[in-house]
């Protein structure tokens, strides 16, 4: 008898959910077969069985937050395992061949392997762990298009499939008492950590962006602009730990996405050297709906947009989260009367808030970094690369 523990995960977890088991006690499983689903500061993480064997007790419930080492499962690697209740060899279709008994006749046949078009209605390919979440879920395999190698269906793709069957803006019942759990666990402990370091301050103004063309995207504008502005100012593109400043000659910028969920912030790699397409960014907020970030897709931010005026505010005081040490937050756009060459005018106009944590930055670093900002966003359209870098 093996027992299985949580393995480390990398980035410096020190815990994990939970979320699904793909295997249930008593089940045959072989080594690297999906065993367990994790989630891990917002990402779901597939764990494999690390030897084969008979899965004979759960340690942990769906739900639980362990630690890591904690244990999860005992697994039978006895040599009665190795093959489980199945006698003979699985073929190409999943049936099972019958090995010869003695003299060359043929053993009692056993129990067949599930094949894909009897679990999901059709010829479909998907994992085991898909199956079973599936099933779970009570989500039609043959209604979904997989994303997996050869457009296998894996636990992604069921559980995207199920969180796209909720009734439009349908919310996770709340009940009285309930645990927070998955991201907004993990958001309510990021911010807990950010209130308890930070000394937080902000600085506000507006942009007039008349200039823009009729089909300017705000998102991309406002990246570049990010970028231009720490080149100016490099002082707000830096980490703090509390004692040492850690200047970055590149940036890597996080975009607040909301989702059901909770708050998710994926990064945008060396957004200061290349352009970031609309496409881009679309994929990354489907990659929160459909829950298929890895751990490294949230980690390594040296500065975060919250683009909260697509739904609603014109201003904000938002949380710094460390070591990060800024944020900037885009309100809506809305027309405003402002001058225009001494005379009234109705231009639309952004409002932008700039939080920083004030025990790395000053006033006036925060100040030229937004005057800077601003400066991008007036122009009739986005710098050229070269541009940001002079």
Known sequence: ???????????????????????????????????????????VVEIPAPFSGIL?????AEGDVVPIGAPLAEIDTGPAADTGAIVGELGDEGGVAPKAGPGGGAAAPSRPAPRAAEESGGAVRASPAARRLA?????????????????????????????????????DELREGEALRGPRRSMARAMERAQASVVPATV????????????????????????????QEPALNVWFDGERRIAHDHVDLALAVDDPAGLFTPVLRGVDSRNVTAEEVAALREAVRKRTLKP???????????????????????????????????GRIAPQCVVVDGR??????????????????????????????????????APELEDIHE
């Open 1 to 43: 008898m093996s027992t299985f523990e949580l393995p480390d995960l990398g980035e410096g977890l020190q815990e994990a959910e939970i979320v699904t088991w793909h295997v249930a006690e008593g089940d045959h499983v072989t080594a690297d077969q999906p065993l367990v689903s994790v989630e891990t500061d917002k990402a």
């Open 296 to 330: 490294e897709d949230l980690k390594g931010a040296t500065f975060t947009l919250s683009n909260f005026g697509m739904i609603a505010g014109r201003h904000a005081v938002l949380v710094v989260s460390p070591p990060q040490v800024a944020i900037l937050g885009a």
């Open 135 to 171: 099933r779970e879920k009570g989500v039609d395999l043959a209604r979904i298009t997989g994303t997996g190698p050869h457009g296998t269906i894996q636990t992604s793709d069921v559980l995207a499939a199920a969180e796209a069957a909720k009734p439009a803006g349908a919310a």
């Open 56 to 60: 004979t007790r759960r340690l942990a």
């Open 344 to 381: 009234p005018e109705v231009r639309p106009v952004l409002p932008l808030s700039l939080s920083f944590d004030h025990r790395a930055v000053t006033g006036g670093e925060a100040a030229r970094f937004l005057a800077a900002l601003c400066q991008d966003l007036a122009r009739p359209s």
């Open 204 to 231: 506000m103004d507006s942009v007039e962006i008349g200039a823009w063309a009729a089909a300017e995207n705000p998102t991309l504008r406002l990246i570049r602009a990010i970028a231009f502005a720490c080149r």
